[in-house]
């Protein structure tokens, strides 16, 4: 009969022990695992919000006489008399931060006819679609020559898809209005940049340029640096809520999974300590019969490997699991299964290490006794 056969023979003989240690680690394994990954998800569905929310940073010309605004870009008065972006600024900034970005520069200002003054927005509407998906456009979406109006501005002025928009320097078919969005877009004339600075005059320059990026802070710290006569923005304030509530979800997960630990430890500590002591006489016999100290030794640690083992195992799969069940719960519908191996890894580790350690000091104490001390608990 090897050590192996021994150590499991001597678990099955204890099982309300046995039962205990294994359902305790299991129980501080899963809890950690489960706040550990509920925190990583909410954090991960933070990030994705954040990047498909819309421009997380804008570029925008330096100006202080400011009354008007678009999509945070300020303007004075309806000549919009501000500064311009240089005109190879999406160029660097394409350089700089490569195709991972998605950037949609902008050409804003104004045309009157008849007595009206109306702003003039030219995109790119294929990159402009691609960071605000919340825009709906009925119709669809202009060309050269060609026009798409916010809603308020078609209710204001009973326009509707297929009319003609009179906007001083020509004539343009509106070929689609944008639906509500509660912003300036409602009052907006949408069309492409080459139009746009026909109609504006703003021959190479550019009036905004928002970018879409998974790093805003190292994005706003790079192009700070490379455009030096513009205002880079970080926009935080669309997520700052949930930011707040994930940093302190967060904290709170990892103070209970901290204190979890210690405790778990501890009681892990005492029991394993006093089943040691409780077998002093099962090991003076075995001293007596011929087991040397490390075979003792290795005996007791197998014993505890397989019971830390099979705990840890048992708590990560429910830890793995139970952030499904919750996620609903807290307002996240999009958890799906993943292994997280270096996590699971990490945890077992810990508890394998744990279950050592706390063996190692009893047993040593009973083991330094004298043969002769020992039997005197048989």
């Given at each position: 009969?090897?050590l192996?056969?021994?150590?499991?023979?001597?678990?099955?003989?204890?099982?309300?022990?046995?039962?205990?240690?294994?359902?305790?680690?299991?129980?501080?394994?899963?809890?950690?695992?489960?706040?550990?990954?509920?925190?990583?998800?909410?954090?991960?569905?933070?990030?994705?919000?954040?990047?498909?929310?819309g421009?997380?940073?804008?570029?925008?010309?330096?100006?202080?006489?400011?009354?008007?605004?678009?999509g945070?870009?300020?303007?004075?008065?309806v000549?919009?008399?501000?500064?311009?972006?240089?005109?190879?600024?999406?160029?660097?900034?394409?350089?700089?931060?490569?195709?991972?970005?998605?950037?949609?520069?902008?050409?804003?200002?104004?045309?009157?006819?008849?007595?009206?003054?109306?702003?003039?927005?030219?995109?790119?509407?294929?990159?402009?679609?691609?960071?605000?998906?919340?825009?709906?456009?009925?119709?669809?979406?202009?060309?050269?020559?060609?026009?798409?109006i916010?809603s308020?501005?078609?209710?204001?002025?009973?326009?509707?898809?297929?009319?003609?928009?009179?906007?001083?320097?020509?004539?343009y078919?509106?070929?689609?209005?944008?639906e509500?969005?509660?912003?300036?877009?409602?009052?907006?004339?949408?069309?492409?940049?080459?139009?746009?600075?026909?109609?504006?005059?703003?021959?190479?320059?550019?009036?905004?340029?928002?970018?879409?990026?998974?790093?805003?802070?190292?994005?706003?710290?790079?192009?700070?640096?490379?455009?030096?006569?513009?205002?880079?923005?970080?926009?935080?304030?669309?997520?700052?809520?949930?930011?707040e509530?994930?940093?302190?979800?967060?904290?709170?997960?990892?103070?209970?999974?901290?204190?979890?630990?210690?405790?778990?430890?501890?009681?892990?500590?005492?029991?394993?300590?006093?089943?040691?002591?409780?077998?002093?006489?099962?090991?003076?016999?075995?001293?007596?019969?011929?087991?040397?100290?490390?075979?003792?030794l290795?005996?007791?640690?197998?014993?505890?490997?397989?019971?830390?083992?099979?705990?840890?195992?048992l708590?990560y799969i429910?830890?793995?699991?139970?952030?499904?069940?919750?996620?609903?719960?807290?307002?996240?519908?999009?958890?799906?299964?993943?292994?997280?191996?270096?996590?699971?890894?990490?945890?077992?580790?810990?508890?394998?290490?744990?279950?050592?350690?706390?063996?190692?000091?009893?047993?040593?104490?009973?083991?330094?006794?004298?043969?002769?001390?020992?039997?005197?608990?048989?």
């Amino acid at each position: 009969m090897t050590l192996n056969h021994i150590a499991l023979e001597n678990l099955r003989r204890r099982p309300g022990k046995t039962l205990f240690l294994i359902l305790t680690f299991a129980f501080i394994v899963s809890t950690i695992s489960a706040l550990t990954i509920l925190a990583l998800v909410m954090k991960e569905d933070l990030q994705k919000s954040l990047t498909e929310y819309g421009a997380n940073v804008v570029i925008s010309p330096r100006s202080e006489h400011l009354n008007l605004s678009y999509g945070g870009l300020s303007v004075s008065g309806v000549e919009y008399e501000v500064k311009k972006l240089d005109a190879d600024a999406v160029e660097m900034i394409s350089q700089e931060m490569g195709s991972e970005v998605t950037i949609a520069p902008k050409v804003i200002g104004s045309a009157e006819a008849m007595g009206k003054t109306f702003m003039i927005i030219g995109v790119d509407f294929d990159q402009e679609l691609k960071i605000k998906p919340w825009w709906k456009i009925e119709g669809r979406v202009a060309e050269d020559n060609q026009v798409v109006i916010g809603s308020q501005l078609a209710m204001n002025s009973n326009l509707k898809i297929g009319d003609i928009l009179d906007l001083g320097k020509g004539k343009y078919p509106v070929v689609g209005i944008m639906e509500e969005t509660g912003g300036a877009e409602d009052q907006g004339v949408f069309t492409t940049i080459n139009t746009a600075r026909s109609l504006t005059d703003i021959t190479s320059e550019w009036s905004l340029i928002e970018l879409n990026t998974q790093d805003t802070a190292q994005t706003v710290t790079q192009l700070t640096s490379v455009l030096r006569s513009a205002n880079v923005t970080e926009v935080t304030q669309l997520v700052q809520g949930s930011k707040e509530s994930l940093e302190r979800f967060a904290s709170f997960s990892s103070t209970i999974s901290l204190a979890m630990g210690l405790i778990g430890a501890l009681v892990i500590i005492v029991t394993l300590a006093g089943n040691v002591h409780d077998r002093a006489r099962e090991l003076g016999v075995l001293r007596a019969i011929g087991f040397r100290q490390r075979h003792i030794l290795s005996l007791l640690g197998r014993e505890v490997l397989i019971t830390s083992l099979t705990g840890s195992l048992l708590g990560y799969i429910i830890g793995v699991f139970v952030p499904l069940v919750l996620g609903p719960l807290l307002g996240y519908s999009n958890f799906a299964f993943a292994p997280y191996v270096g996590l699971g890894s990490a945890l077992i580790a810990g508890s394998l290490l744990v279950g050592v350690l706390a063996m190692i000091y009893p047993a040593w104490r009973i083991l330094k006794l004298n043969l002769q001390d020992v039997l005197k608990f048989i």
